[in-house]
C-alpha cells in the first residue's frame, strides 16, 4: 500500500517562497515517476513540475519554471517542492503523485496521490 502526504503549504504574500514536502511510505517499483499537480479554484488539475525517482529529467510547467525546483531523497522518501517569487495565479490545492511510468504522462497516469496541501499567495 503506497501512502503520500503532503505539507508545507500556507499563506505566503506575493513574492514569498514555500517549500512543499510529499513523504511516502510503501513505494513499490511502480513509482517511476514522481510528480507535483495544483488545482486552482473553479479550474483544472495540472502537472507542475515532474522528476524521476532518481532524480533525473526534472520537467516543469512553463508558468513556473525558473521559481519552482522539484527534488528528490529516496533515502527519506521525500519529494519536495521549492517555490520561490510566488504570484496570485500559483494559488491552489497543491498535489504530490507517483507511480506514472513516465513523466509526460497526464493526471490519469498517476497510481497515488496524497491529499493535498494549500497555498496562497495574497496581492
Known amino acids: 500500500q503506497v501512502q503520500l502526504q503532503e505539507s508545507g503549504g500556507g499563506s505566503v504574500a506575493t513574492g514569498g517562497s514555500l517549500i512543499l514536502s510529499c513523504t511516502a511510505s510503501?513505494?513499490?517499483?511502480?513509482?517511476?515517476?514522481l510528480g507535483w499537480f495544483r488545482q486552482a479554484p473553479g479550474g483544472e488539475r495540472e502537472r507542475v513540475a515532474t522528476i524521476y525517482m532518481g532524480g533525473g529529467n526534472p520537467s516543469y510547467v512553463p508558468s513556473v519554471k525558473g521559481r519552482f525546483t522539484i527534488s528528490q531523497d529516496n533515502a527519506k522518501n521525500t519529494l519536495y517542492l521549492q517555490m520561490k517569487n510566488l504570484k496570485p495565479e500559483d494559488t491552489a490545492m497543491y498535489y504530490c503523485?507517483?507511480?506514472?511510468?513516465?513523466?509526460?504522462?497526464?493526471?490519469?497516469?498517476?497510481?497515488?496521490w496524497g491529499q493535498g496541501t494549500q497555498v496562497t499567495v495574497s496581492s
Open positions: 510503501g513505494y513499490t517499483d511502480s513509482s517511476y515517476c
Open positions: 503523485a507517483a507511480g506514472a511510468a513516465y513523466c509526460a504522462g497526464g493526471e490519469n497516469d498517476y497510481l497515488y
